[in-house]
T-cell receptor
Framework: EAAVTQSPRNKVAVTGGKVTLSCNQT?????MYWYRQDTGHGLRLIHY???????EKGDIPDGYKASRPSQENFSLILELATPSQTSVYFC????????????FGPGTRLTVL | GEQVEQLPSILRVQERSSASINCTYE??????FPWYKQEPGENPKLIID?????ERKQIQGLIVLLDKKAKRFSLHITDTQPADSAMYFC?????????????FGKGTLLTVTP
């Protein structure tokens, strides 16, 4: 069974503060993704990575940075958090060969006050 | 890029009837079309997918149809049960090589009433 974990599961941050969301996968997948989910918008891709050391901009990258220090770990960084970044964030992993299924983590609920 | 439109946004059906969700995409190079189900408070999970070399795929009570000319694909849930109540997302991707990312529709909230 694929295993993607996220921490923290819930986070309250202040406007202007720095927030780091962490994701770990034990699937040995090359690709990892960060999405945000908002009512009425579905799942939108923020950043993704093909492997350790690589990060790519997704469809809504503004205000976010990403870091992939290893095959297993992928972080999403909000340097200056704003209330508009209040959302549920999902990390996912997937392989680039064979099945194209993406396996999602449990999500992180972020509230920026 | 890719844009995916999903309709309806809300769908309410009676138990044992069928439910249909439709999606359209823009990029004719897209070749992979998955459907994800998300239950309240949970993460999205893949339930069925179809690739561009197929027109129809069925897994038990789930049927996916793909019309490449119209750039349209759809999910049909037959003999619905209350357990089918959830949010459903379609997605499209141009897969291949190392560049693989999904563009999701905005979702359909399905409610199956007893």
């Amino acid at each position: 069974e694929a295993a993607v974990t996220q921490s923290p599961r819930n986070k309250v941050a202040v406007t202007g503060g720095k927030v780091t969301l962490s994701c770990n996968q034990t699937n040995n997948h090359n690709n990892m993704y960060w999405y945000r989910q908002d009512t009425g918008h579905g799942l939108r891709l923020i950043h993704y990575s093909y492997g350790a050391g690589s990060t790519e901009k997704g469809d809504i990258p503004d205000g976010y940075k990403a870091s992939r220090p290893s095959q297993e770990n992928f972080s999403l960084i909000l340097e200056l958090a704003t209330p508009s970044q209040t959302s549920v964030y999902f990390c996912a992993s997937g392989d680039r060969t064979g099945s194209y299924e993406q396996y999602f983590g449990p999500g992180t609920r972020l509230t920026v006050l | 890029g890719e844009q995916v439109e999903q309709l309806p946004s809300i769908l309410r059906v009676q138990e044992r009837s069928s439910a249909s969700i439709n999606c359209t995409y823009e990029n004719s190079a897209s070749n992979y079309f998955p459907w994800y189900k998300q239950e309240p408070g949970e993460n999205p999970k893949l339930i069925i997918d179809i690739r561009s070399n197929m027109e129809r795929k069925q897994i038990q009570g789930l049927i996916v149809l793909l019309d490449k000319k119209a750039k349209r694909f759809s999910l049909h849930i037959t003999d619905t049960q209350p357990a089918d109540s959830a949010m459903y997302f379609c997605a499209a991707s141009r897969s291949g090589g190392s560049n693989y990312k999904l563009t999701f529709g905005k979702g359909t909230l399905l409610t199956v009433t007893p």
